[in-house]
């Protein structure tokens, strides 16, 4: 597909590559909404844990602002890629609604299961029993992605038609 020039309207039509920044950059959006919500819901507010547990307190809040500012860097750099696109009118706005569903979801699954079984770093909670947990995080994080390949797979059928 021809690009506009920077005089003439833009196409209205993304083209596939388009489509992939749409979904790429939602999804950075939706690491950061994900990160935020850990850590804002389950890091200062319950004070459940901490993004590094294996040390000591201060080395545990000081893990916490990395994770923050990771988290804001994903969300003010996924927004402004996405509005660029906007702008544009080279947005994909359903492949971007994937994007944030798979981000959301791939943040919460690596998190639960690398971050929390693999390297223990942190659990969700302590002294507790964590099946419960364990299984609430990952089936959330489960549902978020089948959601996520649902909408990929029905917008794949619209464009087809």
């Given at each position: 597909?021809?690009?506009?020039?920077?005089?003439?309207a833009?196409s209205?039509i993304?083209?596939d590559r388009?489509a992939?920044?749409?979904?790429g950059?939602a999804?950075?959006?939706?690491?950061?909404?994900?990160?935020a919500?850990?850590?804002?819901?389950?890091?200062?507010?319950?004070?459940?844990?901490?993004f590094?547990?294996?040390?000591?307190?201060?080395?545990g809040?000081?893990?916490?602002g990395?994770?923050?500012?990771?988290?804001?860097?994903?969300?003010?750099?996924g927004?402004?890629?996405?509005?660029?696109?906007?702008?544009q009118?080279r947005?994909?706005?359903?492949?971007?609604?994937?994007?944030?569903?798979?981000?959301?979801?791939?943040?919460?699954l690596?998190d639960g299961?690398v971050?929390?079984k693999?390297?223990?770093?942190?659990?969700?909670?302590?002294?507790?029993?964590?099946?419960?947990y364990?299984?609430?995080?990952?089936?959330?994080?489960?549902?978020?992605?089948l959601?996520?390949?649902?909408?990929?797979?029905?917008?794949?059928q619209?464009?087809?038609?």
């Amino acid at each position: 597909m021809k690009r506009s020039s920077p005089n003439e309207a833009p196409s209205e039509i993304p083209t596939d590559r388009d489509a992939r920044r749409s979904l790429g950059y939602a999804a950075l959006l939706g690491i950061g909404v994900m990160a935020a919500i850990d850590e804002i819901v389950f890091h200062q507010l319950l004070q459940w844990h901490h993004f590094f547990d294996r040390a000591t307190p201060t080395i545990g809040i000081v893990s916490d602002g990395l994770l923050h500012a990771g988290e804001l860097l994903a969300l003010v750099i996924g927004t402004f890629l996405l509005l660029d696109l906007a702008r544009q009118r080279r947005l994909a706005m359903r492949l971007a609604w994937t994007g944030v569903l798979f981000g959301m979801g791939g943040f919460q699954l690596f998190d639960g299961i690398v971050s929390h079984k693999l390297l223990r770093i942190h659990q969700i909670r302590y002294d507790v029993d964590l099946l419960a947990y364990d299984l609430a995080w990952n089936l959330s994080a489960i549902a978020l992605l089948l959601l996520g390949a649902w909408l990929l797979r029905r917008t794949r059928q619209l464009r087809r038609h």
